[in-house]
């Protein structure tokens, strides 16, 4: 499902136009970036928890000239779904 995809169906379901659908999830987005950058978890309660994770500094060595390299830390966004949400992916859909 692409953008257009979802936005056609998110406005199809709520009764709104597209632009307005279109400007409601942007909005959302923009505000969970804020958050992300503010190092702040962001909790949908019947979905997941995205949250930003700082990864630590690592050696790694590539693997067709043995070179070892030092990784620098970085942060980076995970997603921790719902238990329900995992079932439902773990068996295929079926609820």
């Known amino acids: 499902m692409n953008n257009k995809d979802f936005i056609t ?13 279109q400007q409601f999830v942007n909005c959302v987005v923009e505000a969970m970036g804020d958050h992300f950058q503010d ?3 962001v909790l949908i309660p019947t979905f997941g928890t995205f949250e930003v994770k700082k990864k630590m500094e690592r050696i790694m060595v590539n693997p067709s000239t043995g070179q070892r390299m030092l990784v620098p830390p970085k942060l980076v966004l995970t997603f921790k779904p719902n238990v329900s949400w995992k079932e439902r992916v773990k068996n295929g859909g079926a609820e």
């Open 9 to 21: 169906e998110l406005a199809q379901r709520t009764g709104y136009s597209a632009d307005e659908t």
């Open 39 to 41: 190092d702040d978890s």
